[in-house]
Structure formats: structure tokens, C-alpha cells
């Protein structure tokens, strides 16, 4: 068995100045979560709680592989964790790992955000092939929790405990966690924070539907998470656009960033991200990023 480790709709349009500009930020470029749903309440309550129940534990060196209370929690909530993925593709990368002995790390920090489920991560195919699979809660619950969970294969066990010899995470966080995923105040945020964004991934698509020009913009499938990507013609000086945008007080993420600086054969896209942008600003910021593209 492998030892899990706790570790590190109607759309109203945006009000528009005199000058033809956006009159406020429509920001499509943060991946960072929505600071309206943090649940500041809530944790605070667990980690009072926290200190109550394990009382001057949480204040001395813990063990580098996590709160064991925790780490039996997170085994519970891995188990049942899909994301959005192609099976045969997933099975695929599996049995390749396995093949040559490759390490093929699995980083599934936005599996909670999708509303649906329908496929299970890597790892799970084959528990004896070389997949690392990591997950995250920065996402899901606020980024200040520098905590997540992490699976590994028994051939890096040793190595891992050898290296990481204490623990990198408080444990009032982790007992704090601990507790808010017990007490059910997780899933409860977790189906909030996940309608919310579904919400606006619907508007996101609507407003392509809506505006979108044929060979102009190329979106995949949306379905879930917090990202599309916009690809556009080649022909289209990606820089400018953006600054262009930028103007109209709309920001996007250039699709450069995630190359290598040296790999030319990329695409030109947009990185779009819903989850800093307001539902009823999203139809006009969609509205104007294709109009600059065309």
C-alpha cells in the first residue's frame, strides 16, 4: 500500500466610460481563487478547534509525513477523486510508465473543481507503476494553506523520508484541515466554490457562442475547472493584443509563458481564467477580446 504524505444567464454587460473603455477591471489573467469565497469563518473555527483537541501538540516538531489523523482523512478523500481526462489516454500513460520505468508525475490540484467526475487519476490504474500524484487544496480553499497530499511509489519512499526528515507544514494547519474536512464544512465549500465557478464557465460559453467568429478564436471543449484557452491566427501580434486589452481594462495571460523560451513550434493563444471574473462582467470582457482579435 502506498503511504500517503501530508505536504506543502442572463449576463448584464459591464458599465462603459465615456471614452468606449471598460469602467472597471475585468481579469481574466489570475488563476488565484476568488477571495469572496474563502471560507475565513469557517477555518477560523477549526483551527480553535484544533487547539482544544490536540492542545500543545500542534506546537512541537511534527512527523515529515504529516498529521496521522490527517493523512488517514486524506486516504479517504483521494479515494475518491476523478478528474476530467481521456481514459484510454490515462491507462495509456500508466502502462507506459511502467514500461520504461518512468516517473510520471500526476499534479491534480484542480480535480475538486469540477462538478461532474468521470475519470480516475493516473495512479490509480496501476498502484505499482512509477506515478507520483500530488494534490493541492490552494485552489479549492485559499493559497495562504501551503498544504497538500502526496502518493508515492515504495521505490521512493526511503528517499523521500530521507530528505524530508521534518515536517514543511504547520500543524495547526494540518489539524485545522483535518478537522474541516471531518466536520463536513469541506464539502460544503467545496460544492459552493465548484457551482460558482461552473456558473461562470457556462456564461464563458455562452459568450462565445454568442460572439465567437469563425477561424478567429479556437476553444476547446469547456467544461469544467477555472481556464480556457483562446487560440488565435497566427497572423495576430499577440503582444499588442494583449496591450491593447489592457487599455480597455481587460486582463488576459499570454500562451508564451507556458513555452519554453527557446521551443518555437507553439501556439499563439490566451490563457483565460473565470475565477477572478465577475459573472456579469464575463460576456462583455469575451465580447471585446474577440473584436481585438479580429
Known amino acids: 500500500m502506498r503511504p500517503i504524505t501530508a505536504i506543502r444567464n442572463n449576463t448584464a454587460p459591464a458599465p462603459i466610460s465615456n471614452e468606449g473603455e471598460l469602467s472597471e477591471i475585468i481579469d481574466f489573467s489570475s488563476g488565484l481563487p476568488?477571495?469572496?469565497v474563502f471560507p475565513y469563518?469557517?477555518?477560523?473555527h477549526c483551527i480553535n478547534k484544533a487547539i482544544d483537541t490536540y492542545k500543545h501538540q500542534l506546537f512541537t516538531y511534527g512527523d515529515s509525513y504529516g498529521l496521522v489523523k490527517l493523512r488517514r482523512t486524506l486516504a479517504s478523500?483521494?479515494?475518491g477523486d476523478q478528474i476530467f481526462a481521456?481514459?484510454?489516454e490515462r491507462r495509456a500513460i500508466s502502462r507506459l510508465a511502467s514500461k520504461y520505468n518512468v516517473y510520471v508525475v500526476g499534479?491534480?490540484?484542480m480535480a475538486d473543481l469540477g462538478i461532474e467526475r468521470s475519470f480516475e487519476p493516473i495512479y490509480s490504474y496501476n498502484q505499482t507503476s512509477p506515478v507520483i500524484y500530488l494534490k493541492s487544496f490552494s485552489k479549492i480553499i485559499f493559497p495562504g494553506l501551503r498544504l497538500g497530499a502526496m502518493v508515492l511509489p515504495e521505490a521512493l519512499v526511503d528517499t523521500y523520508r530521507m530528505i524530508r526528515r521534518y515536517a514543511g507544514t504547520s500543524l495547526l494547519s494540518q489539524a485545522a484541515l483535518e478537522i474541516y474536512m471531518n466536520n463536513g464544512m469541506f464539502e460544503w465549500h467545496k460544492n459552493r466554490i465548484a457551482s460558482r465557478y461552473a456558473e461562470r464557465i457556462r456564461i464563458l460559453n455562452a459568450a462565445l457562442q454568442q460572439h465567437i467568429a469563425q477561424g478567429w478564436v479556437e476553444t476547446p471543449d469547456i467544461l469544467s475547472g477555472i481556464y480556457a484557452q483562446f487560440k488565435i491566427p497566427l497572423t495576430v501580434n499577440l503582444e499588442r493584443l494583449i496591450e491593447k486589452l489592457a487599455e480597455k481594462n481587460i486582463?488576459?495571460?499570454s500562451g508564451k509563458q507556458?513555452?519554453?523560451s527557446n521551443y518555437l513550434d507553439r501556439e499563439k493563444f490566451l490563457r483565460i481564467s473565470v475565477s477572478r471574473a465577475r459573472s456579469e462582467q464575463i460576456n462583455e470582457g469575451i465580447k471585446e477580446i474577440i473584436e481585438e482579435v479580429r
Open 34 to 36: 476568488d477571495p469572496v
Open 41 to 44: 469563518q469557517e477555518f477560523q
Open 77 to 79: 478523500h483521494l479515494a
Open 86 to 88: 481521456p481514459q484510454e
Open 107 to 109: 499534479d491534480d490540484y
Open 251 to 253: 486582463r488576459v495571460r
Open 258 to 260: 507556458f513555452y519554453l
